[in-house]
């Protein structure tokens, strides 16, 4: 049960749940870098057990092909084509926030983090509250030594996250502690960041999602929405099995998912939008036959 003793939305796009297989774990050296600076564990083997331990916890909550294929061990955040633009955000302006949504064990916010985004405007928020203190586990750390937020809940609650306009002028930022709902930081975003999220809903649900994030965003010019997920060269269903996982998912193809933001959710020419498709996956190790990627970000002009 959720925070709000609401049962968790069903995962609809994944079709099957298989059992956890260590032969997914694979570390690169900068995935193993970032692991052993953030833990402290340098051994390999000590390490793998590690998180191998929080794993097997982790897909007890929620059995997602994320935690199954180990895709939280990459440095994802930094292989996003506008990377760039989030440290140079984290570092220059005043008091930014940055959302991950559908955070899981908040490894995104922790990548950041570790690249100079200041720890007390970084927020997560997912479904599912253990997980996020799975990611305490994880990092070997606390709330206290990663002073980053959290929101329980569902995304599409509007309790926790209502669809507003997209926001004109500045916003006070207000006290971020003890925060229960995102709707207190429309308009507060300088960044949002959601990576294999959109497709685990359906198009009229991904529409909503873009409309509900594009609410929370700065209006401040360079403030960006960004992320990778199944893609497709035409929008349609993507309807496939990888490492033993069947999807049944909505996928936007790259001229579709632009035209949804710039025209549909925001009005047409007050945002940059890139969007690209690649062979190569955005998180787990690469198989043949894994759905091509979407690389997107939205910018405010
Ligand atoms: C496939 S995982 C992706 C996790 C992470 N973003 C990554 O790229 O590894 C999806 C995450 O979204 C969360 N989630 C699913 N549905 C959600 C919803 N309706 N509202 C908030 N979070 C949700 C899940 O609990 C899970 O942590």
Redesign the pocket.
């Known amino acids: 049960m959720t925070r709000m003793g609401k049962e968790?939305?069903k995962?609809e796009a994944q079709l099957t749940f298989p059992p956890l297989d260590e032969s997914h774990y694979s570390l690169r050296p900068k995935d193993a870098a970032f692991y052993k600076k953030l833990t402290g564990i340098e051994d390999d083997v000590a390490l793998k057990q590690h998180i191998l331990n929080v794993q097997q916890k982790a897909y007890k909550v929620?059995p997602?092909?994320?935690?199954l294929l180990l895709?939280?061990l990459r440095r994802?955040l930094s292989e996003l084509p506008a990377y760039q633009q989030i440290v140079r955000i984290g570092r220059t302006r005043k008091n930014p926030l940055l959302l991950?949504?559908?955070?899981?064990f908040g490894?995104?916010l922790r990548e950041a983090v570790f690249d100079g985004f200041p720890a007390s405007g970084a927020i997560g928020?997912?479904?599912?509250q253990e997980?996020w203190d799975l990611g305490h586990e994880l990092f070997k750390s606390s709330p206290e030594t990663f002073p980053g937020h959290f929101v329980g809940?569902?995304?599409?609650d509007p309790e926790?996250l209502a669809v507003a306009p997209p926001a004109t002028a500045a916003v006070p930022i207000p006290d971020l502690n003890n925060l229960t709902s995102l709707n207190p930081l429309h308009g507060c975003f300088s960044v949002i960041h959601?990576?294999?999220?959109f497709h685990?809903f359906k198009e009229d649900r991904q529409l909503h999602l873009a409309r509900a994030f594009a609410g929370l965003l700065s209006a401040e010019s360079g403030s960006v929405i960004l992320g990778a997920h199944v893609g497709a060269q035409e929008k349609g269903t993507v309807n496939k099995v990888f490492n033993g996982v069947e999807v049944d998912m909505f996928a936007h193809d790259p001229e579709s998912w632009i035209a949804m933001w710039d025209g549909e959710v925001f009005q047409k020419g007050t945002v940059k939008v890139e969007a690209e498709l690649r062979q190569e996956t955005?998180?787990a190790v690469e198989t043949d036959g894994h759905p091509l990627s979407l690389f997107w970000s939205v910018t405010r002009l």
């Open positions: 968790p939305a995962i929620a997602y092909g994320s935690i895709s939280f994802n991950d949504i559908g955070c899981c490894n995104v928020s997912d479904l599912h997980l809940g569902d995304a599409f926790i959601a990576t294999a999220f685990l955005y998180g």
